[in-house]
């Protein structure tokens, strides 16, 4: 089952093509996601080293997407008027979709059968522009809301933080490009590090210098700042939070 029911802010069900995430980011909140990975599609059944190796594993949920075009025919009366959001606990543009093509054939059958739901998509990749011609096809038909995350980290622990995610500035220009194909993107700002205000700053005049709307501006949540070692000042949550009117504000 790929579709599933979500209890996220604005996403009513979820499609989450991979299980894991190849950008392996040490802040990810979605390493919950080994404890059911464990013990099966060949990993190992020790749900902490699969934890620990996150961003070294990952998994697509299903190899023929006959089986996704039978579920959506299936919900589509389930899905009229919701938003289902592709990806909640993965990046539906993997290292791996390059060479699987997976999120690709589930956005063709999206089209296909046409549900009358808005499709959310959140990546950081470049991958994404591949598919542009069929992403055009589905906005000019369907519902499509494509977000690309940007985080705001401190730029001489970057690779440390997110080894293998494209960088700020590519980010950038796959909004950029996004928008002169015609496809409206917004950038979702997250996360945010501590001692970051000016960064951030900058990357939202870059942002607003382009016309690209910011719909999140997300803070680092609380267990990896714990994890981390690092705090928000409250000046700094002052300053972040005057931010509201660029895009909302998530503090966790
Ligand atoms: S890209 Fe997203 S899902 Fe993947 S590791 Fe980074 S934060 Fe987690």
Redesign the pocket.
Known sequence: MLITPSRLPGADFVINPYIG?????K?????FMAKFAAGKYGLTNNAQKLRQS??NWVIPKINDVKLFAKELNQKYKKLTGKTVLM?S???PY?PLEAKLKLTRRILEAWHKINPKATLEIL???SLILRDINILLKIFGNQKLNIGI?ISVLPQDIFRKI?PK?PLPKVRLKILEKLQEAGLKPYAFIAPVWPGQLKQLKTIIATLQASNIPIRYIELLNKPARRNFNVEFSNQEIVEIRKLEDVGKVIEH
């Open positions: 995430c190849g950008f392996g980011c802040y990810c909140y979605a390493k996150w961003g990806a606990v993965t990046d993997q990546t950081r990749s995350s997110e995610a």
